[in-house]
């Protein structure tokens, strides 16, 4: 089905690892965006994407990186995982003309543990 | 930075009760969205209302948004368990067309 891809849906890590959660959507949108979401606080913009080869920060960036080589992949890097950084990791998208009208398109998370 | 403010957080009642939650904001919203996200799933979006004094219906689901476009509200008749879930509000960020400003949600349980 088309979409938003997310991958892994868990993941374990060790305090000081490092790893990349990927997304990828085939619905040829250009904008594409890291979302993380913690009880309570709903939805915090990491790091946004409006184009191939264009990436800028959101929220909360610290401690994260992507990078956005084709249109249809966005992965977000972590580096030195930090208990701080358990959390639910939403990818989501959205077409240059569409978000005012059609929102985003979300994948299903990755639920991150960092012990 | 906008701020959007949605009330009550938590909300547990029985089928059949009705039910209106909120969104309100520090300033005037450039358009509106509302998402529902079921446990273990990314949000989905329900309606877009762009125009103040909108009402946009959905099966049991009256989406209103106020006349001065700081405020909106989500209303439910007769609630069915599988209206569960987490209802966002969302600000598309004003003159970007790209980027939303999410409220913090209100968590709903509806039991049977």
């Known amino acids: 089905n088309a979409g938003v891809t997310q991958t892994p849906k868990f993941r374990i890590l060790k305090i000081g690892q490092s790893m990349t959660l990927q997304c990828a959507q085939d619905?040829?949108?250009?904008?594409m965006y890291w979302y993380r979401q913690d009880p309570g606080m709903g939805l915090k913009l990491i790091y946004y994407s409006v184009g191939a080869g264009i990436t800028d920060k959101g929220e909360v960036p610290n401690g994260y990186n992507v990078s956005r080589s084709t249109t249809e992949d966005f992965p977000l890097r972590l580096e030195l995982a930090a208990p701080s950084q358990t959390s639910v990791y939403f990818c989501a998208s959205s077409s240059s003309t569409g978000t005012a009208n059609y929102g985003y398109t979300f994948g299903s998370g990755t639920r991150l543990t960092v012990v | 930075t906008q701020l959007l403010e949605q009330s009550p957080q938590f909300l547990s009642i029985q089928e059949g009760e009705n039910l209106t939650v909120y969104c309100n904001s520090s300033?005037?919203?450039?358009?509106l969205q509302w998402y529902r996200q079921e446990p273990g799933e990314g949000p989905v979006l329900l309606v877009t209302?762009?125009?103040?004094?909108e009402v946009k219906k959905l099966k049991r689901l009256t989406f209103q948004f106020g006349d001065a476009r700081k405020d909106s509200s989500l209303h439910i008749t007769a609630a069915q368990p599988g209206d569960t879930g987490l209802y966002l509000c969302?600000?598309?960020?004003?003159?970007?067309?790209?980027?939303?400003?999410f409220g913090k949600g209100t968590l709903l349980t509806v039991n049977p």
């Open positions: 209302v762009v125009t103040g004094g």
């Open positions: 300033s005037v919203f450039s358009s």
């Open positions: 969302a600000d598309v960020a004003g003159g970007s067309n790209y980027k939303l400003t």
């Open positions: 619905m040829n949108h250009n904008y």
